[in-house]
């Protein structure tokens, strides 16, 4: 399947944070306590996009799990903290279609280095399926300390049919910078605008294959009521 496909990165005013709280808010603080009473400590989000082969619907997951949920091990000179992501996709009748299990390990040389990196380890794992509506059951095991922590969530895969004009599904963005001829971007994953001062992008991406050299893309913004707050071109 060929695809013309473009990405566009859309600056968004931070007004619209007071505006538009259909955003999740930010994690409360004390997420070490939230760990041990089962509360979810870690934040995911599931993008899609076309698949390679007709049929199928490319579905990216991304994990954030924050350095302070993990037990970090002295191993003789660095600490290592390991751990397993498990992800059990249903259909909407609540049948197991797949399930997938990861594992994952961050190694430091000091415990204040862990301080000083971002806030979670970001973790990005893809797999295929049909176009549909799924229940994702996500787990996050601490692997020396076996506790874990659980979030569900119910996705939609898009149709990226062939002679259509499609979009993907939106990334927020927690970072953009340039390291030389690449654009590298750092994906907000729990959707946190709070901390935000001045404005935040947002990632998604065109795809046609009608031969269609231009075209028009309209953005609204709608509240948790669906009322639109901001409409833009």
């Known amino acids: 399947?060929?695809?013309?496909?473009?990405?566009?990165?859309?600056?968004?005013?931070?007004?619209l944070a007071a505006a538009a709280p259909c955003l999740r808010s930010q994690p409360e603080p004390g997420e070490e306590?939230?760990?041990?009473?089962e509360r979810r400590t870690f934040s995911a989000d599931v993008l899609t996009y076309p698949g390679d082969s007709a049929g199928v619907s490319?579905?990216?997951?991304?994990?954030e799990v924050p350095y302070h949920s993990l037990q970090?091990?002295?191993?003789?000179?660095?600490?290592?903290?390991?751990?397993?992501?498990?992800?059990?996709?249903?259909?909407?009748?609540d049948r197991l279609i797949t399930e997938k299990v990861w594992s994952g390990k961050v190694e430091v040389d000091s415990i204040q280095?862990?301080?000083m990196r971002r806030p979670g380890e970001i973790v990005q794992k893809s797999v295929n399926l049909p176009p549909g509506r799924y229940l994702f059951n996500i787990r996050v095991r601490d692997l020396e300390t076996d506790r874990a922590s659980a979030s569900r969530l119910?996705?939609?895969?898009?149709?990226?049919?062939?002679?259509?004009?499609?979009v993907s599904d939106a990334m927020l963005l927690k970072g953009l910078e340039t390291q030389g001829e690449r654009m590298v971007i750092t994906p907000n994953i729990s959707a946190s605008?709070?901390?935000?001062?001045?404005?935040?992008?947002?990632f998604l991406k065109l795809y046609n294959d009608l031969g269609v050299d231009s075209g028009l893309v309209i953005v609204e913004v709608s509240d948790?009521?669906?009322?639109?707050?901001?409409?833009?071109?």
């Open 154 to 166: 119910r996705i939609t895969v898009a149709d990226y049919a062939i002679g259509k004009w499609k």
């Open 33 to 37: 306590f939230f760990l041990k009473s």
């Open 72 to 93: 970090f091990v002295n191993q003789g000179g660095f600490f290592r903290a390991s751990y397993e992501l498990i992800v059990a996709i249903n259909d909407t009748a």
């Open 58 to 63: 490319r579905v990216d997951i991304y994990f």
């Open 113 to 115: 280095e862990v301080r």
């Open 193 to 202: 605008i709070s901390d935000v001062s001045d404005s935040f992008f947002v």
């Open 224 to 233: 948790r009521g669906s009322v639109p707050v901001r409409t833009d071109t």
């Open 1 to 15: 399947m060929k695809w013309m496909n473009l990405a566009l990165l859309m600056l968004v005013p931070c007004w």
